[in-house]
């Protein structure tokens, strides 16, 4: 499956982005899917991920309450829902897919490019 993030740009603190994700290849449906992230000289961090079928989600913690995970299946599509956003937030967003959601946390399949998220203050 190859993948194609898009959504990022520049934010002031306390506002919101959506990030996408579109999907092409193989069934879409049959991947859980996660949103990566990795600031200036910090290693990449896992996000959020969800399920094929959508009914689990997963984040960490420090964005809990802040983001939404969410997918179409019919448009092949992930989305970040980013709200609150904080400096700290700053980041280039990644997304990944692999068929297991208890794998797509730790050891991708298949990245996409990353967009820039920058949050001022």
């Known amino acids: 499956v190859q993948l194609q993030a898009s959504g990022g740009g520049l934010a002031q603190a306390g506002g919101s982005l959506r990030l996408s994700c579109a999907a092409s290849?193989?069934?879409?449906?049959?991947?859980?899917m996660g949103w990566f992230r990795q600031a200036p000289g910090k290693e990449r961090e896992f996000v959020a991920a969800i399920s094929w079928g959508g009914g689990t989600t997963a984040y960490v913690d420090s964005v809990k309450g802040r983001f939404t995970i969410s997918r179409d299946n019919a448009k092949n599509t992930v989305y970040l829902q980013m709200n609150s956003l904080k400096p700290d937030d700053t980041a280039v967003y990644y997304c990944?897919?692999?068929?297991?959601?208890?794998?797509?946390?730790?050891?991708?399949?298949?990245w996409g490019q990353g967009t820039q998220v920058t949050v001022s203050s």
């Open positions: 290849g193989r069934a879409f449906g049959n991947y859980a």
């Open positions: 990944a897919a692999h068929p297991i959601m208890g794998e797509v946390r730790v050891n991708p399949q298949h």
